[in-house]
């Protein structure tokens, strides 16, 4: 049970390029989220899915697209790679914790993606 | 209030002191609060949680307080240990709600 997983872990673009992180998950949990970390920051909340098909906007999402065709996949595209697209990006699944007390974010390694 | 710019608030202790670790929210109709710890290169981890209808909550070594009357929670560590170090957020849920909104952070630096 790998749980979520993200590649690559490091990446270099240039200025256009374009890219899709991946994001799988081993879990069958409905609820995914991709988020964004800039240095010294909190996390900023890019797009989220409550299931296989259905994929809505967060915080930040332009210069981002996603999919969920399936429940274990939910790749995050840069289309027109920006510097200020420069940070560490985080998949997170919500886990529902014992008790029913609530869920709470279980997240990815990361992937830390540079723009020059 | 919180500060602005490119530093996390930072504490620092010395091993086997007492850390506390603060955090202000900002939704009254939040009602579930988890503490999260993030390690340099990881991803955050879940360390504890609580919810509204409680004010206090333990766990190994750490205890969470509520104050709902001035929306404030708080991470306490007990005899803080170098492997403590990290970056904790703290994150509030609405009611029937996936999305959390975190907080910015705080660097806990552990001196031995």
């Known amino acids: 049970n790998a749980g979520v997983t993200q590649t690559p872990k490091f990446r270099i673009l240039k200025i256009g390029q374009s890219m899709t992180l991946q994001c799988t998950q081993d879990?069958?949990?409905?609820?995914m989220y991709w988020y964004r970390q800039d240095p010294g920051m909190g996390l900023k909340l890019i797009y989220y899915?409550?299931?296989?098909?259905?994929?809505d906007k967060g915080e930040v999402p332009n210069g981002y697209n996603v999919s969920r065709s399936t429940t274990e996949d939910f790749p995050l595209r840069l289309e027109l790679a920006a510097p200020s697209q420069t940070s560490v990006y985080f998949c997170?699944?919500?886990?529902?914790?014992?008790?029913?007390?609530?869920?709470?974010?279980?997240f990815g390694p990361g992937t830390r993606l540079t723009v020059l | 209030g919180e500060s602005v710019g490119l530093h996390l608030p930072t504490l620092s202790v010395q091993e086997g002191d007492n850390s506390i670790i603060n955090c202000a929210y900002s939704?009254?109709?939040?009602?579930?609060f988890i503490w999260y710890k993030q390690e340099s290169g990881k991803g955050p981890q879940f360390i504890i949680d609580?919810?509204?209808?409680?004010d206090k909550r333990q766990g190994q070594r750490v205890t969470v307080l509520l104050n709902k009357t001035v929306k404030h929670l708080s991470l306490q560590i007990a005899a803080t240990q170098p492997g403590d170090s990290a970056v904790y957020f703290c994150?509030?849920?609405?009611?029937?709600?996936?999305?959390?909104?975190f907080g910015r952070g705080t660097s806990l630096i552990v001196h031995p």
């Open positions: 997170a699944l919500a886990r529902i914790l014992p008790s029913g007390r609530g869920n709470e974010q279980f």
């Open positions: 879990m069958n949990h409905n609820y």
């Open positions: 899915s409550v299931g296989a098909g259905i994929t």
């Open positions: 939704n009254s109709a939040s009602d579930y």
């Open positions: 609580i919810r509204s209808n409680m």
């Open positions: 994150a509030e849920n609405p009611r029937g709600s996936y999305i959390p909104t």
